[in-house]
């Protein structure tokens, strides 16, 4: 019964480079979540998607920031010229139905350094 | 917008102390949930909290739903070094799935 899966772990990048974040949500689990946390920060809401939409993207920065979650395959953050503010923690959580109601799961989350 | 505010930031206690820390919402809040952190971990759920005064208990850990659902609590009897970590509580922020999470506590245990 595998958990939530994220890849890469760590993840290098130099300025003004892509970086791509994969999450695999639980079995079972349609609803997606992206949070960020910089070092000794709590964990700031970035995007809530379900399969193929996006259904809350409020803590999405206006540029350089997507995400997606195809109908096959895992959700998808996506960074365009990473900047050294983008050093951060990415986790990714999910749950069987809106966060609301259920517990979210998290990953073991995405540590992207910028250089 | 929702704010969801934690106090203290940090805790330094001797094992076997209890330890409390607070949680408050600036609006009315659906249900409040409960997680920690361990260092260089990922957030692990804890409970959740839906009712108007209610008190739930896992063991050593007490979670508190103020009157008003606007505030929470959690308190641990008699610490362990296995407790150390950083909590956060996170509220319903008024779209669906939008958990607003506090800046957490992070507890720090002395053998």
């Known amino acids: 019964n595998a958990g939530v899966m994220q890849n890469p772990r760590h993840l290098v990048r130099r300025r003004g480079q892509e970086a791509r974040l994969r999450c695999s949500p639980m079995k079972g689990h349609s609803h997606v979540y992206w949070y960020r946390q910089l070092p000794e920060e709590g964990l700031k809401f970035m995007v809530y998607?379900?399969?193929?939409?996006?259904?809350?993207e409020s803590g999405m920065p206006k540029e350089r920031f997507s995400a997606e979650f195809p109908k096959e395959g895992p959700s998808i953050l996506r960074i365009q010229q990473v900047v050294r503010g983008d050093s951060a923690a990415y986790f990714c959580?999910?749950?069987?139905?809106?966060?609301?109601?259920?517990?979210?799961?998290f990953g073991p989350g995405t540590r992207l350094t910028v250089t | 917008g929702q704010q969801v505010m934690q106090i203290p930031q940090y805790q330094h206690v001797q094992e076997g102390e209890d330890f409390t820390t607070y949680c408050n919402s600036s609006t009315t809040l659906s249900n409040i949930q409960w997680y920690k952190q361990r260092p260089g971990g990922h957030p692990v759920f804890l409970i959740q909290?839906?009712?108007?005064?209610e008190v739930k208990k896992q063991k050593r850990l007490t979670f508190q739903f103020g009157e008003a659902k606007k505030n929470s609590s959690l308190h641990i009897t008699a610490t362990q070094t296995t407790d150390v970590g950083t909590y956060f509580c996170?509220?319903?922020?008024?779209?669906?799935?939008?958990?607003?999470f506090g800046k957490g506590t992070k507890l720090s245990v002395k053998p």
């Open positions: 998607l379900q399969k193929e939409n996006i259904i809350d």
């Open positions: 959580a999910s749950s069987q139905s809106p966060g609301q109601t259920y517990e979210q799961y």
């Open positions: 996170a509220g319903y922020g008024g779209s669906q799935g939008n958990l607003i």
């Open positions: 909290l839906v009712k108007s005064g």
